[in-house]
């Protein structure tokens, strides 16, 4: 069974501009979360969603965005990238209710130059 | 305010010996904890978890203590390997209602142990 799948993989940007990243979740799950990683902040949750709508939001500005596509694949964008955004982003998917438990991809690392 | 922490940023263990992680969290509505693995250039990989209704869970050479009371929770690792050497990372979450996907996590504590 293919596991998550993230792209691209490497990105560089500068500031002001906007990024898309794709994720593919694994085949038959449902439920898409984005989590961001820097340095010391371990994993911060981003959003998630499920069948197409966003059930939960972390604590980020509007400048990051998220959707879901009725295939369960998942897109999230940030606009207007500043130095701060230089993350690892990592999506996970679901597909058993109430564990917890997630299956990661390999994650996206965008860095803002 | 960091709700899940994990205090020690490394620990460095000799092989064959016993690595202790500690976590502790200071939300009352988590009640499922969870451990990862993470290493560099991959994914995290779910290790082990543990429902706030059971203060121990047992996988093989992965052990983990919950104790409710002191909000803190422990991964034991016996015996270390070499190739345990990774960031692990502590998370938690409110089981029920809607929170499939949203976990809140530690900032991870880097394992090394030596052969």
């Known amino acids: 069974k293919a596991g998550v799948t993230q792209t691209p993989r490497y990105l560089i940007k500068t500031r002001g501009q906007q990024v898309t990243l794709s994720c593919s979740p694994i085949?038959?799950?449902?439920?898409v979360s984005w989590y961001q990683q820097t340095p010391g902040q371990g994993l911060q949750f981003l959003f998630e969603?499920?069948?197409?709508?966003?059930?939960n939001k972390g604590n980020f500005p509007g400048r990051f965005s998220g959707r879901q596509f009725s295939n369960s694949r998942s897109e999230m964008n940030v606009s207007t990238l500043e130095l701060g955004d230089s993350a690892l982003y990592l999506c996970?998917?679901?597909?058993?209710?109430?564990?917890?438990?997630?299956?990661f991809g390999e994650g996206s690392r965008l860095t803002v130059l | 305010d960091q709700q899940v922490k994990q205090n020690s940023p490394s620990l460095s263990v000799q092989e064959g010996r016993i690595s202790i992680l500690n976590c502790d969290y200071t939300n009352s509505m988590f009640d499922y904890f969870l451990w990862y693995k993470k290493y560099p250039a991959e994914g995290p990989t779910f290790l082990i978890s543990?429902?706030?209704?059971?203060d121990k869970n047992e996988d093989g050479r992965f052990t983990v203590f919950l104790n409710k009371s002191a909000k803190h929770l422990s991964l034991h690792i016996v015996p270390s390997q070499p190739g345990d050497s990774a960031v692990y990372f502590c998370a938690a979450s409110v089981a029920g209602g809607t929170s499939y996907g949203k976990l809140t996590f530690g900032q991870g504590t880097i394992l090394t142990v030596h052969p």
């Open positions: 996970a998917s679901s597909g058993q209710a109430n564990t917890g438990e997630l299956f």
């Open positions: 543990i429902s706030s209704i059971k």
């Open positions: 085949s038959g799950h449902r439920s």
């Open positions: 969603y499920f069948s197409e709508t966003q059930r």
